[in-house]
């Protein structure tokens, strides 16, 4: 039986295609604006300062200070720029760091956004920003949050590291995983996650072994755009969570973190909802989702081990605690004893079951 939803529609427009970088300064005017400041992290400076010349006179300068978790004092300077410079608008060219920059940003000063994300981490569609202050990482959404325009250039993304590449996508597919069993999917989000697993599962592959492959290179942006715009429209469970405690309290890499735990917290939700878990089964080919998804990663040379990040087996207790401290809707119990076992499991790096 076909089951009730409600579709929210879709708000964001989107420009995809090779070269499309060329049609910034257009999307910039066609928002009635005229004086954009440039958003990148300062190892994309180079990068922002072409993009401020390409916009010619409706470039207001360039802020190229984006830092990973968007930590707030970065925000407060980032924002008395924004008004030094009269500027109108933003245009954030970079990975989640600095689309994160540009939300927060916005959601401050009311400025349009004209995202250009060179990762596959899936910030751009979505209207959630996590922002990091005092060493805890506070996530909200919000309206304001959320980009009116993005611009997907896959030639930006010829030269992305295969590392990034790989655990930015491993990323976007957790919030694909976490959209199939939220309860306010709706037949949109649920059709655009199926398509974007099938697409990275198909390039990723290849990337590993030709990253400047063009034809994978699109197929894996058109993914990490479905699996955003999926992620922007429905709640966050369990991965969310715990990726969001590990990276903003231990001050973890969030692409690697993200990629690590996707298996093991698939695992944790099978348990209750394998039904509609079944579109990862079917796409990365196992009996399980959560083993499936771990064979994967392993496959495309990802990181598999929260050990290799510098987590010590004692942190994982005060990760559990912390995991457990606020209550949140997840399709399976959330208990002390679950998280430790599934931290366990992600340090150790094991297969699940
Ligand atoms: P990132 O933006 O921090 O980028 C990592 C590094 O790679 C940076 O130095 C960046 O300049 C560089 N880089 C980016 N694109 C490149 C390219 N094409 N070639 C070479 N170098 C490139 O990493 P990320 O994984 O994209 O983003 C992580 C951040 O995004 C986190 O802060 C996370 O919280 C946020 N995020 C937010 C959401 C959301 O919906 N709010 C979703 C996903 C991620």
């Known amino acids: 039986m076909t089951r009730a939803f409600v579709f929210p529609g879709l708000t964001t427009r989107v420009v995809f295609g090779h070269g499309t970088l060329a049609q910034v300064p257009d999307e910039v005017a066609r928002l009635g604006h005229g004086r954009a400041l440039v958003l990148a992290t300062p190892q994309q400076a180079d990068q922002a300062a072409q993009m401020a010349g390409a916009l010619g006179t409706r470039a207001a300068g360039v802020f190229a200070e984006a830092a990973m978790h968007t930590p707030v004092d970065v925000t407060e300077r980032a ?64 309206p304001s949050i959320r980009p009116e325009v993005v611009v997907y250039d896959v030639d930006l993304t010829l030269g992305l590291p295969v590392g990034l590449t790989m655990t930015s996508a491993l990323n976007a597919i957790a919030h694909a995983m976490e959209g199939l069993y939220a309860p306010d999917r709706n037949p949109v989000t649920e059709a655009l996650s ?8 198909a390039a ?95 496959d495309i040379g990802a990181p598999m081990t929260l050990a290799e990040l510098g987590v010590s087996e004692a942190d994982l207790d005060r990760a559990a605690d912390l995991a457990v401290k606020n209550p949140y809707d997840n399709p399976r119990e959330i208990t002390r004893a679950g998280i430790r076992q599934l931290l366990q499991d992600a340090w150790d790096g094991r297969k699940p079951a």
């Open 194 to 201: 199926r398509d974007a697993l099938s697409a990275f599962a």
């Open 79 to 142: 924002v008395a720029a924004f008004r030094d410079a009269s500027a109108d608008c933003l245009v954030s060219l970079g990975g989640g760091s600095t689309t994160g920059l540009g939300k927060a940003i916005a959601t401050r000063t009311g400025a349009d956004q004209v995202v250009i994300p060179t990762t596959y981490a899936g910030s751009e569609m979505t209207d959630i920003l996590g922002e990091t202050a005092e060493g805890e990482k506070v996530t909200r959404r919000d």
């Open 204 to 298: 990723l592959p290849v990337l590993r072994d030709d990253p400047t492959n063009r034809a994978a290179r699109a197929q894996a942006l058109y993914a990490a755009w479905g699996c955003s715009t999926a992620l922007g429209y429905v709640s966050m469970a369990l991965h969310h969570k715990l990726a969001h405690v590990l990276g903003g309290s231990f001050g973890l890499p969030h692409a690697e973190t993200h990629a690590i735990l996707l298996p093991h917290t698939t695992a944790y939700n099978e348990v209750a909802v394998a039904d509609l878990l079944a579109p990862i089964r079917d796409t990365f080919g196992a009996n399980s989702a959560g083993a499936g998804l771990w064979q994967f990663a392993k």
